[in-house]
């Protein structure tokens, strides 16, 4: 048998199609399949096919979403745009969690601000129901402005937060010096759009401006290269096959990741509680002596 010039081209074009969706299928989660909308009504709405998400925030309500699925450890990505212009007042949580008392729980959370002035990105990590290990940053850009991926990189040994692929928080398992690590939960993905004008701009000084409302945040783009969690099996890997999808599962920073560990930490970081000494008269908790980079 022959092949032709156009049926070799065409069967190329065939396999290079069926591997891009093969891709797709691996890759991209579908907010239609993926995600419920849990509050606020109409004012969380998902789009074109599945592949946007936005939340509003009005004088009456804000909204959210979870995640169908929950996860034990994997690397989970959002695009997300902040909202705009006179943001001051709203807060836009997104986060994992688990449930109960005791829960494990790995925070983003963005404070708006007046217009002009920077988004402050909080971070915390509960283990065992207890938190109170905020680091806060600003950002290197204009979170309102474009899409920018925000990521959690959870594996056995260590929590790493990233944007735009730029490792900004590392918390490491220092169990072995009795520091409850996250590893035995199963967290779903949450966020919400709020209004938390009593405390967030500028320690509440700075009142949500109604007559902007609604304000509006947009997810696209999620993907969960991880472990789904249930009863019966404690991890079917949403990618197993793929070696390059599986890489968080040993991630940890490398000589180039520290450097831009330290770039953020030392430019934009602008609270860590492991050097508030006032707030831990007794001490810093263990997990800040322990490395420089928490
Ligand atoms: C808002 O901007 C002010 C002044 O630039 C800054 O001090 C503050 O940290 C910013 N963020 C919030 C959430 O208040």
Redesign the pocket.
């Known amino acids: 048998m022959t092949f032709g010039c156009s049926s070799k081209l065409s069967s190329m074009i065939l396999f290079t199609m069926l591997f891009a969706s093969l891709m797709g299928a691996s890759e991209g989660g579908n907010f239609l399949q993926d995600f419920d909308i849990t509050w606020g009504d109409q004012r969380g709405k998902i789009l074109n096919g599945g592949q946007l998400l936005t939340l509003s925030l009005d004088k009456a309500s804000g909204s959210g979403f979870q995640s169908r699925k929950e996860y034990l450890f994997g690397r989970i990505d959002m695009q997300i745009k902040l909202v705009s212009g006179n943001s001051a007042g709203t807060v836009t949580a997104y986060y994992l969690s688990s449930q109960g008392p005791t829960h494990d729980e790995i925070d983003f959370e963005f404070?708006?601000?007046?217009t002009g002035?920077?988004?402050?990105l909080h971070t915390n990590v509960f283990s065992q129901g207890k938190g109170n290990r905020e680091q806060q940053f600003f950002l290197w850009f204009d979170p309102t402005k474009a899409f920018h991926t925000y990521s959690i990189v959870w594996n056995k040994q260590r929590i790493i937060f990233l944007v735009d692929n730029i490792p900004i928080r590392v918390f490491q398992n220092l169990e072995s010096i009795g520091v409850p690590f996250p590893n035995k939960q199963a967290m779903r993905i949450y966020s919400s759009l709020w209004n938390a004008d009593d405390w967030?701009?500028?320690g509440g000084l700075?009142k949500t401006d109604w007559t902007q409302a609604p304000f509006t945040a947009s997810y696209r783009n999620f993907k969960a290269n991880a472990c789904i969690w249930s009863s019966a099996s404690p991890c079917t890997s949403t990618s197993p096959n793929s070696v390059q999808d599986n890489v968080w599962q040993a991630q940890e920073l490398d000589a180039p990741g520290r450097n831009r560990l330290r770039w953020v930490q030392q430019k934009y970081m602008?609270y860590n509680y492991c050097t508030d000494l006032k707030r831990f008269p007794q001490g810093l908790p263990p997990e800040c002596k322990r490395s420089r980079f928490l």
């Open positions: 404070l708006g601000n007046s002035e920077p988004y402050v967030a701009t500028r700075v602008i």
